[in-house]
């Protein structure tokens, strides 16, 4: 079965660390791009970051200088170091491939 599967939410503090895990099956899961997106309540879902096949990376605006994604394709896993993190980083975290649907997503609440 293609899927991504998604791990690493919690509650944080302003300013705590938290790395999210996005695992991957059924598929050449090195061949792909993964991209990290986020939907808080009541908003649109957006795209935090992305990492291409070949390791070349892209992050949206509000996450530059504070997110990190990185993949080791030897585990078949995508991961985003997210620090200094902010309240309004409050979300649902998704990973997603072009061959696979959205899944559960991890969520991750900043908040004191």
């Known amino acids: 079965q293609v899927q991504l599967v998604e791990s690493g939410g919690g509650l944080v503090q302003p300013g705590g660390s938290l790395r999210l895990s996005c695992a991957g099956s059924?598929?050449?899961?090195?061949?792909?791009?993964v991209g990290w997106h986020r939907q808080a309540p009541g908003k649109q879902r957006e795209v935090v970051a992305y990492?291409?096949?070949?390791?070349?990376?892209n992050y949206a605006d509000f996450v530059k200088g504070r997110f990190t994604i990185s993949r080791d394709n030897a585990k078949n896993t995508v991961y985003l170091q997210m620090n200094s993190l902010k309240p309004e980083d409050t979300a649902v975290y998704y990973c997603?491939?072009?061959?696979?649907?959205w899944g559960q997503g991890t969520q991750v609440t900043v908040s004191s």
């Open positions: 997603k491939t072009v061959l696979t649907d």
């Open positions: 059924g598929f050449t899961f090195s061949s792909y791009a």
């Open positions: 990492i291409s096949s070949g390791g070349r990376t």
